[in-house]
């Protein structure tokens, strides 16, 4: 900390060196109480200042808003946490469930609204389509501005990602805090702030109109589909390999044939940490997949923190590492559930020998040992779970089931190095195998580089891409080249091809699929032609796989939410039509209470179309109301994945605004029955001085019919009462 005087500095900076001081103070306090009345001292004092911060540039993109924010209106009298983030950004994405639990506490009507403002890194993040693209796969609900030239960045000083600033009801810089794992302050800060100015009368009640932003495909099963993997071995020893999706948005892993066939669906749709059978587990945003046989499938359970394993011949799913909380250990060595772990992002298995020679006078005879390499990316490290006991580099013994640190020092570095330890890595989210060399490959996001670890000694050595200088952590573009010479910008995702020695990159903010030589180390750039004879055109790519005779590269095509095969010996290329099979079990869904079912039908052509449906809300019992603050949810639970829904969750915020949703309806047969679907309700609702919860679900019948139409349009009213509900067409 400068020894200058705080007056003479930005506004940021002085905020940031009084935080400093109550930081220390509160590290000294005793108890709770004590905290807060330093806090109210605090406040007093930075009260008396009367700055403010400059309002949000016009024109700015925003995002789950129906209108732009400003702090001479809809912001005036709420205390406002800006979060500067930039979507790339490992420890941005770790201090999102924090807002969410800071959220839930406060309501907009409490007084508080969290703005996250975003401040790109990359040229790609700057684009408010891919903004818009990530505010739907992280399931962030507050608004978000795209302030595509870092504008109120630059103008506050604001120095790293993430940086919380919170502003008094009068834009009035109060805390500031950096980088993650600060929820307690932050938790203690907003409180008080409420507490503080609530007793000045100047906190405002008002509401902020919330429309959450969706860009999901109707046409597609996938929901921002992370990574894919082949099986290890052909299935039932033939030519017939299993494909696993992370069908990451929709919270669940797909394993399918060549041809997108669904043979298992595991998980969805809903975020969840549970063990068990495939209708019953439950993974969050899930990105790395990787085959050990035909049958035993791990998976990096991204946001749940956790390495899991899946059984398809069991038809199980168990937790190998990890206990669904983010941890901070840089070391590991620990197993199962007490070995916790940060943001795993890809894993991929390995068969080495184990070097235990006191056995063996002959190398070729030593035991062979599977060993899981994880991508960490929350910590900016390699890990491996060894799943027996190994002895390994340096003839060093690893303890089945332990789960531990092997590569990279945990700082956010580009740093290469012969020993392991020494070597530091920036957010690594893609890995591959080269088994006959002997090395991983890695896609180093956040320097922008890949590189690889040799799987004889664990040294650490540069591919293609970033720059020479480890700190150095900007070094991208758009390049063919050698080595350094090739720029990437913050590639997700490697695969390894033995047909043709070359590493298959998904460079994924240049929306490109590139390769490289892995003698030459030099870069090119693929291009894949489409039926109609256009280059295909990928949007923000992130996972990477070739089938066992290297001939099709499978591609997670993310921002597209679909997944495409290349051919590589004629750069053709083609969508993977992903098919549920009608004997799938669907996901399961929890019971949604009675089901009121509206007698009518709504009657579609054969050929399918679309039912554009407005539901309309009254009460039966004039005192009924929904309770401030309390959540207010609906979601859809369709007869089969053929069928699309517009939305398929959200929130109420006043029934006066009504629900309207538009069904997307496939072909089918004159000679059906009629189709169900449901909107699910969980209500809050306050009768008087007594508040009761109200779950209920609104049936829905659909028929083929030759007198149907196209497009059909309907609307219900939905009367609730605190015993009934009442459907009836409007």
């Known amino acids: 900390m400068s020894s200058s005087s705080p007056e003479s500095q930005d506004i940021l900076d002085v905020l940031a060196y009084n935080c400093s001081k109550l930081s220390n103070d509160l590290w000294e306090a005793s108890n709770l109480n004590e905290k807060r009345k330093l806090v109210a001292e605090y406040l007093k004092s930075v009260d008396r200042d009367g700055k403010s911060i400059e309002d949000f540039k016009e024109d700015l993109d925003w995002f789950n808003v129906t209108e732009p924010l400003s702090f001479e209106n809809s912001l005036r009298g709420k205390i406002v946490v800006l979060d500067f983030f930039t979507y790339c950004c490992i420890n941005c994405m770790h201090i999102l469930p924090d807002l969410k639990r800071l959220e839930h506490l406060y309501s907009i009507e409490d007084g508080l609204v969290v703005i996250g403002v975003h401040s790109a890194k990359f040229a790609n993040e700057r684009d408010s389509s891919n903004i818009r693209s990530a505010v739907q796969r992280y399931e962030i609900s507050h608004p978000v501005v795209n302030d595509n030239t870092s504008s109120m960045w630059r103008k506050l000083h604001v120095q790293c990602w993430p940086t919380l600033l919170i502003l008094g009801p009068r834009a009035n810089p109060l805390f500031v805090i950096m980088g993650e794992g600060h929820f307690d302050d932050l938790k203690l800060y907003v409180s008080s702030a409420l507490k503080f100015y609530k007793d000045k009368v100047a906190i405002s009640n008002h509401s902020i109109s919330i429309n959450l932003t969706t860009n999901q495909s109707e046409t597609s099963h996938l929901q921002f589909p992370g990574k894919i993997s082949c099986s290890y071995r052909g299935c039932d020893n033939n030519d017939n390999p299993l494909y696993a999706v992370s069908d990451s948005g929709n919270h669940r892993i797909l394993v399918t044939n060549s041809e997108g066939t669904v043979l298992h669906r595991i998980g969805g749709k809903k975020p969840g940490f549970v063990d068990g059978d495939f209708r019953k587990a439950r993974f969050n945003a899930p990105q790395g997949v990787a085959f050990q046989t035909d049958s035993i499938l791990f998976v990096a359970d991204n946001e749940n923190h956790a390495v899991r394993i899946i059984d398809l011949n069991a038809k199980e799913v168990s937790t190998v590492v990890g206990n669904g909380k983010q941890g901070c250990d840089r070391i590991g060595g620990k197993s199962g559930r007490d070995q916790i ?160 020695n070359c590493i298959y990159v998904a460079d994924t903010y240049n929306h490109k699929i590139k390769k490289i030589n892995a003698t030459t180390n030099v870069a090119t750039t693929c291009s894949f032609i489409e039926d109609d004879g256009s280059t295909k055109h990928f949007s923000e790519p992130a996972g990477l796989c070739l089938d066992p005779t290297g001939r099709y590269l499978y591609i997670a095509d993310t921002n597209n939410h679909q997944i495409v095969v290349a051919d590589l010996s004629d750069m053709s290329i083609r969508p993977l039509k992903i098919q549920f099979p009608s004997n799938l079990e669907c996901d399961h869904m929890d019971n949604p209470g009675d089901i009121h079912v509206y007698e009518g039908t709504f009657k579609v052509l054969p050929e399918g179309g679309k039912v554009q449906l407005k539901l309309e809300f009254g009460y039966l019992e004039s005192n009924i109301k929904l309770t401030d603050g309390a959540p207010q949810k609906w979601s859809v639970l369709l007869p089969s994945d053929k069928w699309r829904c517009d939305t398929m969750n959200g929130t109420i915020h006043s029934l006066n605004d009504g629900l309207s949703l538009t069904f997307v309806i496939p072909k089918g047969s004159e000679q059906q029955k009629p189709v169900s679907a449901t909107v699910n309700f969980r209500l809050n609702l306050c009768a008087k001085d007594v508040c009761f919860p109200k779950e209920f679900a609104v049936g829905l019948n659909f028929v083929y019919d030759v007198a149907g139409s196209i497009v059909v349009k309907g609307c219900l009213m939905v009367q609730i009462g605190r015993r009934s509900v009442v459907v009836s067409k409007e």
């Open 341 to 500: 772990i940060s943001s795993p992002w890809d894993v991929a298995v390995y068969r080495t020998r184990d070097l235990d020679m006191s056995f063996h006078s002959d190398e070729s005879k030593a035991q062979i040992k599977d060993v899981v390499f994880i991508a960490m990316a929350g910590i900016h490290q390699i890990w491996a779970l060894f799943l027996e006991d190994t002895i390994w580099w340096k003839f060093k013994k690893y303890a089945g089931n332990s789960c531990l640190a092997v590569a990279g020092n945990g700082r956010e570095e580009n740093r290469n190095n012969t020993y392991p330890s020494n070597a530091a890595f920036a957010q690594p989210s893609g890995l591959a195998i080269n088994k006959d060399a002997k090395e991983l490959y890695l896609a180093d996001s956040e320097s922008s580089s890949i590189r690889k670890v040799s799987l004889s000694d664990g040294k650490v050595v540069a591919v293609a891409g970033g720059d020479r200088n480890p700190l150095d952590l900007f070094s991208f573009g758009d390049l063919d080249g050698k080595q350094y010479s090739a720029k990437f910008q913050h590639p997700l995702g490697v695969a390894y091809n033995a047909k043709d």
